[in-house]
């Protein structure tokens, strides 16, 4: 078989694919909501302020209002310039966590819920941060040292029997 043969062979699959399938000849990869003016992604809370990062991005070639939720209210609303990206700080009590929502904000129509993610501020407390309590050894010393206690035992108990074995009878 000739070589040009093989590859056209070769590609064959690929092109009955793109017949076959047109909407699988996009760019890849594909994003959840073609529809959706912009996307919101959450970062972790930040322990020092306990806020955490709000990221829009307007993936559309308009500008688009928004309007940014923390457990139902209002902390951030605004527009974001068309290809650009925003970051907003939104607050969370420590130990609890807070229910955030992206909506699109639009003239004479309802309020559309683009994203909603849950933010939990789990930071610890006080002024030992970082440092855990102590609670003993650790359990790999621990763990070594019965080891080689069982070692000490066994060995002594095959000595023992080992003496007492090959004894002969009168």
Not at 71 to 86: F, H, L, N, Y
Not at 106 to 135: E, M, V, Y
Request: proline share 8%; aromatic share 8%; with cysteine.
């Amino acid at each position: 078989m000739r070589i040009q043969t093989r590859l056209v062979l070769a590609a064959l699959p690929v092109c009955a694919t793109f017949l076959l399938f047109p909407g699988s000849a996009q760019a890849w990869p594909w994003p959840d909501d073609q529809g959706d003016p912009f996307t919101m992604t959450v970062d972790d809370v930040h322990c020092r302020s306990g806020r955490v990062e709000v990221t829009l991005h307007n993936q559309t070639r308009q500008l688009v209002r928004f309007d940014l939720r923390a457990d139902g209210e209002s902390v951030a609303s605004g527009s974001i310039p068309a290809r650009k990206t925003i970051v907003r700080a939104v607050a969370v009590r420590k130990g609890s966590t807070a229910e955030i929502e992206a909506y699109s904000v639009a003239d004479k129509q309802p309020d559309t819920l683009i994203d909603s993610t849950r933010a939990r501020n789990d930071c610890p407390w006080g002024h030992h941060r970082g440092n855990l309590p102590f609670t003993g050894p650790p359990t790999d010393l621990i763990g070594k040292l019965a080891t080689a206690g069982g070692l000490i035992v066994m060995g002594g108990i095959l000595w023992w029997y080992g003496s007492i074995w090959p004894r002969s009878t009168p």
